[in-house]
């Protein structure tokens, strides 16, 4: 069957018409809070989950067996693509991911490697086709990259950090060496993107989760032109829908003049209606993501309900379409159960 874009309310939401339902889907569906996706991964390490297109699928359709969604996110992680620049990527239990020999230098950012999206991280488009065979032709198929700041930050530290103090030194007392290291991460993530896209992708998220780490003078000046010209480049050459992830608090929506991005993905700190006032104010008439707390799904049925019932209505209002989604990744102890009931109150509302 031939996939139609205008099908998918998803895409539809996205390019700012109005879908007959509101779309759902959650980031970080697959994953540990599914006691399914936990068989997989205990006998599996991450990066061989991430690296065999069999199981990358699998876990990719397991929360929609599960859930009414209207998206499929594809299972990988954004440190896929340092990978394949020559780091060597781990995930220890009870510790973040772990990246070797950080980089530091300029000597460090040129020993990167030349990355070809297809033979390099050819996986990842195996395993978007793969999943793709078993989607309704209403849902939509999402690829996704780190945005070139957040994934530096895992580059320079070597691992997640609190404090970033390597990436702060490289910002403040040796800058062209980490504006190289956003291009060449910029190269790639171009590349690798667009290969999504020729693999089944039928939209892109661009995750800059800690885009809110540096003052709002440096992101407008260091972080989001790496970020736009991916977006803007990824834009022209594959025209799919775009959704951008800006991290953490209201402050970067006013940054965001020029945004290549169809839709703004809120985290659950600022209001919809506030983030879509902002962004008006900035220039841009996006569609909005979000923006439920991942721990709301914790509360109790009823409160539960209405939580997410006040969500739709302010949704509707706040911009020129909105998709439902949490503010951040779902937990590992979110009650699976949660979910069902928040898309049960959604569906009947529409
Ligand atoms: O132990 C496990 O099974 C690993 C847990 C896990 C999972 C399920 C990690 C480790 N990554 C993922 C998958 C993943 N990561 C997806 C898949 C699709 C889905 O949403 O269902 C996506 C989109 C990501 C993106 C990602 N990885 C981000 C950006 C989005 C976000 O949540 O902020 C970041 C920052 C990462 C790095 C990462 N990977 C994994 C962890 C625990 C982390 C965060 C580490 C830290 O806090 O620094």
Aim: aromatic share 8%.
């Amino acid at each position: 069957m031939k996939y139609s874009p205008s099908n998918k309310p998803m895409i539809q939401a996205a390019l700012g018409q109005k879908p007959d339902r509101l779309p759902i889907w959650f980031m970080r569906q697959a994953g540990r809070y599914l006691p399914e996706y936990r068989a997989v991964r205990a006998g599996v390490d991450f990066v061989t989950m991430c690296k065999r297109p069999d199981l990358a699928a699998e876990v990719t359709w397991q929360p929609l067996r599960r859930y009414d969604l209207d998206a499929a996110i594809i299972f990988s992680d954004i440190l896929i693509p340092p990978m394949a620049m020559g780091q060597d990527l781990t995930f220890d239990t009870g510790h973040g991911p772990r990246l070797n020999a950080p980089v530091r230098s300029m000597a460090d950012v040129k020993a990167l490697k030349r990355v070809n999206a297809e033979k390099d991280l050819g996986f990842v488009g195996e395993a978007i086709s793969l999943t793709k065979t078993k989607l309704k032709p209403e849902q939509t198929m999402i690829g996704f990259a780190g945005a070139p700041f957040t994934v530096a930050t895992y580059m320079i530290e070597g691992q997640g950090s609190k404090e970033m103090t390597e990436v702060k030194k490289l910002l403040f007392c040796d800058r062209p060496v980490l504006t190289a290291l956003l291009d060449k991460i910029s190269e790639v993530t171009i590349d690798y993107l667009c290969m999504q896209v020729k693999s089944g992708a039928d939209a892109l998220m661009l995750f800059d989760t800690w885009a809110g780490q540096v003052s709002a003078g440096v992101y407008r000046d260091v972080v989001f032109p790496a970020t736009n010209r991916i977006l803007s480049e990824v834009k022209r050459i594959t025209g799919v829908p775009l959704l951008y992830f800006p991290g953490q608090g209201s402050d970067r929506m006013y940054e965001l003049s020029g945004c290549a991005a169809d839709v703004i993905s809120v985290d659950w700190r600022t209001r919809l209606s506030r983030a879509g006032k902002i962004l008006k104010e900035t220039g841009l008439d996006v569609t909005l993501q979000g923006n439920l707390d991942p721990q709301a799904l914790l509360a109790p049925e009823p409160e539960l309900r209405s939580m997410v019932r006040a969500m739709k209505e302010e949704g509707e209002l706040a911009a020129r379409s909105h998709i439902f989604n949490v503010g951040h990744g779902l937990l590992p102890h979110i009650p699976p159960e949660s979910l069902t009931i928040v898309i049960d109150e959604l569906r009947k509302l529409k």
